[in-house]
């Protein structure tokens, strides 16, 4: 009995230091959870624990996604996309004119960038991508299809390298969560834009958790139009026709 009982203050002893042990280890946790560094003029937090599918980087309260690399390329083309994503009926409802130059930033291997160039035939089509692979791809289905109005376009990630008011339309599928900076991107896109040219964003709606894509892939319309504002773009509707994604459209002032 004398041995139970020393044997049993001693196991209390080791359960209070283990317990201990992982207490304070869950509180550097939690401070380094909170605890973080501003950078780029307190626009951008950088965190050290954070969501396993984010960099870590947040932007107005939203962690940014990791990208979806050019080893993905064949996701992009998949052949359900047609009835997941409806691409015939994104394109119909951005009311686009045979003048139009349209910008597809985060183009990827080109899939509506190619749908949209019959569209602007008096126009063009900017497929911009960061990933040099992505351009390569672009530029052999270009080929392949000998289309003379996509001109694929490498930008990088704080510039997609457009000129100065010279695009009626910027799409972004499935992309803009994705940009590291976001901030520098929509600066750079709003000013590439024509006054009253607009922004499209096709985004899986975050205000559903049923939807079964990664939650940092998917953006809720109020932190878009947020993001949007930041940078003085202006809502002008949201459609909600597509299964899973809102459709969100805003608009460059005119002065």
């Known amino acids: 009995m004398a041995f139970d009982r020393v044997w049993q203050r001693q196991w209390s002893s080791r359960v209070c230091a283990c317990l201990m042990c992982f207490f304070a280890i869950l509180l ?8 973080s560094t501003v950078t780029q003029d307190g626009v951008y937090q950088v965190r050290t624990i954070h969501n ?36 015939d009926q ?8 045979p003048t139009d130059v349209v910008a597809d ?31 390569d791809i672009l530029t052999m289905f270009k080929e392949e299809t000998q289309t003379e109005n996509v001109e694929p376009v490498l930008g990088s990630d704080t510039d ?21 900076y976001p901030r520098e991107m929509m600066e750079a896109i709003a ?9 499209a ?14 939650g940092l892939h998917k953006m809720t319309q109020r932190q878009t139009r947020q993001e949007m504002a930041a940078v003085g773009l202006v809502w002008m509707e949201t459609q909600e026709f597509l299964p899973q994604q809102h459709l969100m459209i805003f608009q460059k002032p005119i002065e």
């Open 105 to 135: 930033i985060g183009a990827g291997t080109g899939y509506f960038s190619f749908r949209i160039s019959p569209l602007v035939f008096e126009g063009k089509v900017l497929a911009v991508d960061v990933q040099p692979e992505m351009i």
């Open 191 to 199: 000013q590439a834009l024509k006054p009253g040219g607009r922004v």
């Open 160 to 180: 997609p390298h457009l000129s100065a008011s010279s695009v009626d339309l910027a799409l972004m599928v499935d992309a803009y969560h994705e940009f590291e």
């Open 28 to 35: 550097t946790a939690c401070n380094g959870a909170t605890l």
């Open 52 to 87: 396993p599918d984010g960099i870590g980087k947040f932007y107005m309260g939203r962690e940014i996604a990791q990208i979806m690399g050019h080893q993905g390329a064949a996701w992009l083309e998949r052949p359900s996309r047609t009835w997941e994503e409806q691409p």
């Open 201 to 214: 964003l096709v985004e899986y709606r975050g205000e559903n958790p049923l939807i079964p894509i990664k």
């Open 90 to 97: 994104v394109i119909e409802a951005l009311h686009l004119q």
